[in-house]
């Protein structure tokens, strides 16, 4: 078991996006790529480490060709709002570094960096990959002010390899836990979320007063303040998790106030001011298969909650739960088709949408001439259930689809086939 782990890190799943590469050629497949018309019999280029070109063309002169036909083509879909790569066991706090733990829990939190504590050779970073994710925005959580996110590329050895953005967004949070660190009432958590906002905003117009010591006291340190000023600068967006649609309305009046860019995280009952958020542009992160009520904030959870959304003209991002579960994406698109959101729109949910609102558009979420080749090709409908991706392209270079997990399945289950053999029973076979 420890040699098996051992190797995995050691280079069988995390294959290096920087090393010198060739031209391939994904020929005969439909590519897929949002707000565009689906291509059939497809050819798309790739050349160290972008799309080359995207069409119905033959594959140039030289390139590794790869057979295609019968696939569909997506961008890699996009894991936000999870821990992945801060958390390896859950239930063990020497692997977690999402969060500060006992006396150290302080309810505002902003210079707090996921980039920090990110593993790049985290075990749980193939699984997802092994089902077509190939970025995320590692988030922190906890307190009220949690932190600022990264946007990593999910494959390769070290932070230079994987990092695009060490600061995506800040997060903040009115969830029961963050209220209850911050006081106990609502009231007292945007109060002090007024605060912090308040000082972060005299300290950017004051800050050589600060330095002398010639300001009255502040709530937080200096780097926080710092931190929470990228947020009033627009250097990136402030995410606030928020289920209850009382508490979605005042955080769209609070990001007015401060004139913050604001996003919507959670939302369990965020259809029942789909207009409000329209109107504001505020887009919302959810996870589509949330439908019951985990707390009494989310007592309306409805599972048709993005199909409303994107009716009303809300942009949508989907996601799934905590640092294990990103290989469940797609199952959470699949179900908010199966109950209403378009299939482009849910493609653009995963894809193009967080590329947007993270700022990185310029590089990811489609799939055309320029964009970085985080490329997937899936036997069939990504949303479909028996669906799976048949080979990962990370920056333009083709990585494993090989995790932990498939490796102690093989490894377990030759010794189970001695066995079944020697009692004259069938063999056991891996799906191809």
């Not at 782990?5 to 010198?20: D, K």
């Amino acid at each position: 078991m420890r040699a098996l782990g051992i190797a995995l890190v050691l280079g069988l799943s995390f294959a290096s996006p920087v090393a010198a590469q060739e031209t391939v050629a994904l020929v005969g497949g439909r590519v897929w790529s949002p707000g565009a018309e689906p291509i059939e019999g497809a050819t798309l280029v790739i050349r160290d480490g972008r799309i080359v070109s995207v069409g119905t063309g033959a594959a140039p002169s030289g390139a590794r060709v790869v057979d295609c036909a019968g696939t569909i083509l997506t961008p890699g879909f996009v894991g936000t709002q999870t821990e992945l790569g801060l958390v390896e066991i859950e239930m063990e706090p020497s692997t977690a570094d999402h969060a500060p733990e006992g006396e150290h829990r302080d309810p505002v939190r902003a210079s707090f960096a996921a980039i920090d504590g990110y593993n790049p050779l985290s075990t749980a970073i193939p699984v997802a990959r092994r089902w077509g994710v190939t970025s995320v925005v590692t988030t922190p959580d906890g307190g009220l002010v949690s932190g600022t996110s990264a946007w990593m590329d999910l494959a390769g050895r070290t932070l230079d390899d994987v990092l695009v953005e060490d600061r995506t967004a800040l997060h903040a949070s009115l969830s029961d836990g963050a209220i209850e660190s911050a006081g106990g009432a609502r009231s007292t958590a945007l109060n002090l979320l007024r605060e912090v906002f308040d000082d972060a905003r005299l300290y950017r117009t004051r800050g050589a007063a600060y330095d002398r010591r010639q300001l009255r006291e502040l709530r937080v340190s200096r780097l926080d303040l710092e931190r929470l000023g990228g947020a009033l600068a627009d250097d990136y967006p402030l995410v606030v998790a928020a289920s209850r649609s009382t508490d979605i309305l005042r955080v769209i009046a609070f990001a007015r106030d401060y004139g913050l860019r604001l996003v919507i995280a959670g939302g369990q009952e965020a259809w029942m001011v789909a207009p409000q958020l329209a109107a504001a542009d505020v887009p919302v992160i959810l996870r589509p298969m949330t439908n019951l009520p985990a707390s009494f904030s989310q007592l309306h959870a409805r599972y048709d909650n993005a199909a409303i959304l994107n009716r009303a003209g809300v942009r949508v991002i989907i996601s799934a739960e905590g640092a294990h579960g990103q290989r469940n994406l797609r199952q959470e698109a699949g179900n908010a088709v199966a109950t209403g959101l378009p299939r482009d729109a849910a493609l653009r949910a995963l894809t193009l949408e967080p590329a947007r609102v993270f700022g990185v558009d310029d590089r990811y979420g489609t799939l055309a001439a320029g964009r970085v080749a985080n490329v997937v090709v899936w036997t069939g409908d990504p949303f479909e259930l028996t669906t799976w991706a048949r080979q990962v392209f990370v920056r333009g270079q083709e990585v494993p689809t090989t995790s932990r997990q498939t490796l102690l399945f093989e490894r377990y289950r030759d010794l189970s086939n001695v066995r079944r053999g020697q009692r004259g029973l069938p063999r056991v076979t891996p799906r191809e």
